[in-house]
């Protein structure tokens, strides 16, 4: 991942927060004031110590008494309320990223994710994403009301004097900026390394937990179990350096409040024993600076809780800038599907040619077969026909137009796309082959699974139609995963079908249903079919060959 810029990446976050900038200002006044009014009690407890010392002062005893009481009461409103407000917005700016987030992944599918972990992928979208709300909730606005509160204590204690009021402005400003200044700077790019290193154990744990059947067949789980125990290891460490400058951290900014309490306490000494003021300015200002260090001490955390949150920020802002592979067209005339052709097209693939000059016509209304063994580039061609990617050289084109210029919703509605590995999803077996028609009813289906042949075999089962299958479709055989991506591309009902190995999976008498079921399909459709298998072949109309990426 380009690494990116700090302070345009905080930049970025902040601009986020504009649509709620009004909640955002509600938030710092409600917690200043809730801030302020904690502040203030010890400062009228000062005020009552000088009414029991027989001092005169500005309040009554009655009005002290109701202070303090109408102050406790409105700490607890205040912070509640700037609480429920800031978690407002942090929850609402998630939900603002997450959908921009699945819309990025939805632009970057198929092409840029194929090679991305989907274990990094899923750490990205759940926990990156959830630490975000660490800097809306607890990060902008508890900026903002120490900025704010602060220098409504600066001016009331500098109201004594204003050599006070510089002790207090330096006090605030050692622990609130130039102390998560420098560990921020010390803590380097921990952040960026504890996040990546998450990213890549959970695709290691996703990976091991998918692969669990051959780690248990080959005896493979001592080694396997090293490794995850070695990324865990690799990963706490770079969590104990972490928390390792955070406990320092705050062992700093309570020795700096000690130090500023003491040079407090010698200043007011001082001036008092000069005569520069009463017993009440040597009381109350020391009382106000010591009661007024909650907003800069949450301040101080941020040197190094920060560093992850800009991290996990970089890592989510990456993917949703990220540039697809091809983009999505939408403002050229529909047409209607006259045939398919590959001219002279070349594509290469993480630096590897995987076609070279490939020529090919798919004639409407025929069944084309491609032949060849596996890596011969024939699952590509089927991948550049769906525009998944863009041909390197040469032209794909659909009824005589550039596939480039054809809208994507079209090219969608008039292809279906079978591939070797059929994608299911925890759910009803009706709903995942729903997926080739969202609106389909329930005689569409069915017919989708005779052409498939494996409505008979559904009807066996308890649910029928109902049936849920595993995660991944792990309780379904191979052959019958795969006879429910070919009800999909039958339900999908689009005149060219793109087939890409739909019976490596099956036994004999299924093959023949449906090859039958395909042979009739394409008295009305076009069939590009991919496969390795002798037998499928024979319905094909024309057999091209393919190897190291040529057609013959």
Known sequence: ??????????????????????????????????????????????EA????????????????????????????????????????????????????????LRRLCPAKLESRDKGDLISLITSDVELLEVFYAHTISPICIAVVAETVMCIFIGSFHPLLGIVALIAFLLVGVVLPVIVS?????????????????SAHMLESIRGIDETLQYSFGEKRLK????????????????????????????????????AMLLACGLLYQNGQVGFEGFLIPMIALMSSFGPVTA?????????????????????????????????KASIDFMGAEAKEVSFAYAGENVLNN????????????????????????L????????????????????????????????????????????????NNIRIGKLDATDEEVTEACKKASIHDFIMTLPKGYETEVGELGSTLSGGERQRVGLARAFLHNAPFMLLDEPTSNLDSLNEAVILKSLKEEAREKTVLLVSHREST???????????????S
């Open 299 to 331: 301040l101080a955390a941020l040197g190094t809780t920060l560093q992850s949150t800009i991290a996990s920020g970089a890592r989510v802002l990456a993917i949703i800038d990220e540039e697809p592979e091809t983009e999505d067209v939408s403002d």
């Open 358 to 381: 490939v020529f090919l016509q798919v004639l409407r209304g025929k069944i084309t077969g491609i032949v060849g063994r596996s890596g011969s580039g024939k699952s590509t061609l």
């Open 383 to 430: 991948k550049l026909f769906m525009r998944f990617w863009n041909a390197g050289k040469g032209e794909i084109s659909i009824s005589g137009r550039n596939i480039g210029e054809i809208n994507t919703a079209d090219l969608r509605d008039m292809e279906s796309y079978m591939t070797q590995e059929t994608q299911l999803f925890k759910d009803t077996i009706a």
């Open 49 to 104: 110590i000088l009414i029991g010392l027989g001092l005169q002062t500005q309040l009554s005893w009655s009005t002290l008494v109701w202070l303090l009481l109408s102050f406790a009461l409105l700490r607890a409103i205040f912070r509640f309320s700037e609480q429920r407000t800031n978690h407002y917005i942090a929850f609402t700016l998630l939900a603002i990223v997450r959908d921009r987030v699945f819309k990025a």
């Open 185 to 201: 700077k010390r803590s380097g790019t921990t952040g960026d390394e504890l996040r990546a290193q998450s990213g890549q154990l």
């Open 227 to 262: 490794e995850i125990s070695a990324k865990t290891t690799e990963l706490s460490a770079r969590q104990g350096i972490l928390s390792k400058l955070t406990g320092t951290n705050m062992a700093i900014a309570n020795m700096l409040i000690l130090i500023s309490d003491i």
């Open 537 to 551: 072949m024979r319905i094909a109309d024309e057999i091209f060959a393919m190897e190291g990426g040529r057609i």
């Open 1 to 46: 991942m380009k690494k990116q810029n700090k302070a345009l990446i905080l930049i970025r976050m902040l601009k986020l927060v504009k649509p709620l900038s009004g909640f955002m200002i509600l938030a710092v006044v409600l917690g200043t004031l809730g801030f302020l009014t904690a502040e203030f009690i010890p400062i009228l407890g000062g």
